[in-house]
């Protein structure tokens, strides 16, 4: 199934966005594998990812509606600081059921712009870095 033109959109300010922000790189899709205690590995799919040379790792997950944002898909919030992208108008609507810890971005007005609505707070990494590292070179 492809993305939606809304999706694609948000992703353009993100990337526009992150560039701003002085972070060198930092891919799409990114797929994150853990081995959990029965040796059996898992799989998660994160929207955006990006680290800074200082070693903070960002995630962000890209909802634009509200069955996405209410879908049992994982949410993978891995990074030391995880973040929401959204339409201005579903986070009105959602934004009850955000997390504490979980930062929003929403559109701006002006092209390839997004707003912060909500900061993050910084949190533990939610696999090791070096995990990350290797998902993020994959």
């Not at 959109?9 to 560039?19: F, G, M, P, S």
């Not at 081995?35 to 997950?61: P, S």
């Amino acid at each position: 199934m492809g993305k939606t033109k809304e999706t694609l959109e948000l992703e353009q300010k993100l990337y526009a966005h992150t560039r701003q922000g002085g972070y060198p790189y930092g891919p799409f899709e990114v797929t994150l594998s853990s081995t959990n205690w029965a040796n059996r590995t898992t799989y998660e799919r994160v929207d955006f990812l990006t680290v800074d040379r200082q070693g903070i790792w960002k995630a962000y997950e890209i909802k634009v509606s509200k069955s996405d944002f209410y879908s049992p898909a994982a949410k993978s919030f891995v990074g030391n600081y995880n973040y929401y992208v959204m339409p201005e108008w579903l986070y009105h609507e959602v934004k009850m059921d955000i997390p504490k810890h979980v930062g929003v971005f929403v559109e701006g007005s002006f092209p390839n712009s997004l707003i912060s609505v909500k900061r993050a707070k910084k949190t533990d990494l939610g696999l090791p870095a070096q995990e990350l590292y290797i998902s993020l070179i994959c």
